[in-house]
């Protein structure tokens, strides 16, 4: 009986044993790995490069719509001039400020009530309803309030991305804390651990992985949040870059504050993702 490949197998006609040839990732496993890492990576940035190339393509054959679709080429040497005036760096310094501020004072506040809540059945029992209701009003709902009480400063856009944000962290880490099996508690209180000690060694690293997920997802919101404020009650931002040249009638500039907005979301969210590789080793 021969071997067959890693994706076959060959049963003997003489009994029941079955013999499978070692595949590529057997093999040389730390090779395998990397190979795969660098194709998985190759194909995260050809997808991109092929779509730009094929819009750079279409428009400069006129099948595309220039005022709608201007090549990429011309949004680049726009971007160019945005960066020499400064109103590039203007714009993504208004946005990045009032997403961090908001960002940090939401989660934070939601984690650590979250982990209350969520270690206390009748707080939780007592609070769950209203804190649902509250999460599905659209934040953006709220903004002309803000700036009724706050005005049109700095203040109310970041309470905007804040009150986003504490709602999804702080459902995600109250059902993350909730859902801690006893039995680590009933091992903790055996070995003699105080209620904070559970609480910091036992409860938290176990609801963390789904604590991290919420704050991911929290800070998408976050950015499209701020996007929507920036429109109608700011005069400095990403979002009012957009929808000033939308005013004015300069689709570059559009595309280039848009494709910023992106581009924040994705550096965010790879930011977040090292955070949580680094703070739950376990889950490598």
């Known amino acids: 009986m021969s ?3 890693r994706d076959q197998e060959a049963v003997e006609s ?3 044993w079955r013999t499978i040839a070692p595949g590529p990732a ?12 660098l194709m998985e990576r190759g194909l995260a940035i050809l997808v991109p490069v092929a779509l730009i190339s094929l819009w750079q393509l279409l428009a400069g054959a006129g099948v595309l719509e220039s005022n709608y679709f201007p090549p990429p080429s011309d949004i680049a040497a726009s971007w160019a001039d945005l960066l020499a005036s400064g109103v590039y760096q203007e714009s993504v310094l208004a946005s990045l400020s009032r997403i961090v501020s908001g960002y940090l004072l939401g989660t934070s506040c939601a984690v650590a009530l979250g982990m209350v809540i969520g270690s206390v059945r009748l707080l939780r029992v007592a609070l769950e309803p209203t804190i649902s209701a509250l999460y599905t009003v659209p934040k953006l709902a709220i903004l002309p309030l803000l700036l009724l009480i706050f ?24 059902d993350a804390v909730s859902s801690v ?11 003699g651990a105080s209620r904070w000690s559970t609480l910091v060694h036992i409860t938290l690293p176990a609801a963390l992985p789904q604590t991290l997920t919420g704050m991911r997802i929290a800070s998408g919101l976050a950015v499209i949040v701020i996007v929507g404020a920036e429109f109608v ?23 280039v504050g848009i494709v910023s907005i992106s581009l924040i979301g994705v550096i965010v969210g790879l930011v977040l993702r090292g955070v949580e590789w680094l703070l739950t080793p376990w889950n490598r």
């Open 151 to 174: 005005g049109l400063g700095e203040t109310s856009k970041i309470l905007l991305v804040a009150l986003t944000c504490f709602f999804v962290v702080l459902i995600n880490t109250i």
């Open 181 to 191: 099996s006893p039995r680590y508690h009933d091992v903790g209180r055996s070995c």
């Open 14 to 16: 003489t009994g029941t």
């Open 233 to 255: 009650a700011a005069d400095a931002g990403l979002g009012f870059l957009v929808w000033n040249s939308w005013n004015l009638g300069v689709p570059e500039h559009m595309y």
């Open 3 to 5: 071997p067959v490949t």
């Open 26 to 37: 057997e093999l040389d496993p730390r090779g395998y790995a990397r190979r795969r890492t």
